[in-house]
């Protein structure tokens, strides 16, 4: 089966997804797969580029955005001739994105069916693109199936009627490899080294983790860095004044992540919410402790790894959590080979896939969203 996928960010875990999953596509026998990414995507510009089958020119901020939405019906008959000359059976998004309904509306003028992977079905709270979530919907409900990467999150959808007269697939998300994998945890040396890494926003549980941290207290055998970006908020200021910890405000640039992680023995999640953590998918291909507050798809995905701590979403719960590390360090983390799990997760898709493909007929333009 010919399968497309694609991913039209620029930064992010966005387009390391659409790599990995074309990646496992192609261990496949019999499939065939292309790729599309935005020309200005992070990883294209990284010092091993992967092959791009069909780049697009997407936008770098809100001018540029609004002028693509007014050029899209120029480019659809452009995107339109490209899909077809590259012939999908079905195509994918890893992860939608603000300008997905174009792609979406070429897929159907070329005779397309197409699944989306649905990472989260609400905003999380601190989200700033609400607008976002309204554009992920709409694009699903025309969608010929949904992914759905957590039972939480197959079940929102279930809700909110967005999975209704189509194919609702489960999946889980697979180790992110970012770089060579490194040494094990405590192989330094050291302290324990804790790492609290993603965007800087409400629902990971910043306040928590303050909490968490005062509990903790001054300790001789612990460093903690807090790496990300977002707004700066009480929260970060309350973390800089801790001793031990450092807090970086800033964007993490693709090739960044790996010597982070491996700089890392643990990683802490104390979310308030999730649906699941691309954090903990990328920690479990680096081999590392991964400390988590059970909540929303979180202990679905790490339930059963021995190299997770699960904790109630309280401060008590997390600092026993990382007690229990100081004390007496997890079972030996051995790193999931992430290429046998891209593997599996794509060949039992793919099959999935393909039957909705066998199922589909084409309904042509009349359910492209930008008209005829």
């Known amino acids: 089966m010919n399968v497309l996928v694609w991913q039209w960010g620029r930064f992010g875990a966005g387009p390391r997804v659409a790599l990995e999953l074309a990646e496992g596509f192609r261990t496949v026998p019999g499939g065939r797969v292309a790729l599309s990414l935005a020309r200005g995507a992070e990883i294209l510009a990284g010092s091993h580029p992967p092959h791009c089958d069909l780049p697009v020119t997407t936008y770098a901020g809100a001018a540029s955005y609004v002028a693509r939405l007014l050029s899209a019906p120029l480019m659809l008959p452009l995107l339109t001739r490209a899909i077809r000359a590259l012939a999908p059976d079905i195509a994918v998004c890893a992860m939608p994105g603000p300008l997905d309904l ?33 554009l992920q919907r709409a694009l699903a409900r025309r969608a ?18 967005l999975a209704d007269h189509k194919a609702l697939l489960l999946a889980s998300l697979p180790p992110h490899v970012y770089g060579p994998r490194p040494s094990p945890p405590l192989a330094h040396g050291g302290k324990l080294r804790l790492l609290s890494f993603g965007r800087l926003l409400p629902y990971k549980g910043l306040d928590l983790l ?33 001793p031990g910890v450092t807090v970086e405000n800033r964007w993490v640039p693709e090739e960044e992540v790996g010597p982070l992680l491996a ?24 081999g590392r402790w991964v400390v988590a507050t059970r909540v929303g798809g979180l202990e679905e995905q790490l339930r059963g790894q021995a190299c997770a701590v699960l904790c109630e979403p309280e401060a008590e719960s997390l600092a026993e959590g990382v007690r229990q590390l100081l004390r007496h360090p997890a079972a030996p983390c051995i790193a999931e080979d992430p290429v046998g799990a891209w593997r599996r997760k794509a060949s039992c898709l793919l099959a999935e896939l393909g039957a909705v493909a066998a199922g589909w007929e084409g309904q042509g333009s009349a359910l492209d969203p930008l008209g005829p």
């Not at 159907?108 to 976002?132: E, K, L, N, S, T």
């Open 263 to 286: 700089w890392s023995d643990a990683v802490i999640l104390s979310h308030r919410e999730a649906s699941q953590s691309g954090v903990a998918a990328a920690a479990a291909a680096a």
């Open 144 to 161: 010929d199936a949904l992914v759905a990467l957590s039972g939480h999150v197959a079940g929102r959808l279930r809700e909110q009627g």
């Open 210 to 242: 303050v909490e968490t941290l005062q509990l903790l207290g001054p300790r001789p055998d612990l460093e903690v860095r807090v790496v990300g970006s977002g707004p700066e908020s009480a929260a970060l200021a309350a973390l800089r004044n801790l």
């Open 102 to 134: 174009l792609m979406g509306a070429a897929l159907r003028r070329a005779g397309v069916p197409y699944a989306v992977i649905i990472h989260d079905a609400d905003p999380h709270p601190g989200d700033g693109y609400p607008f976002q979530m309204a």
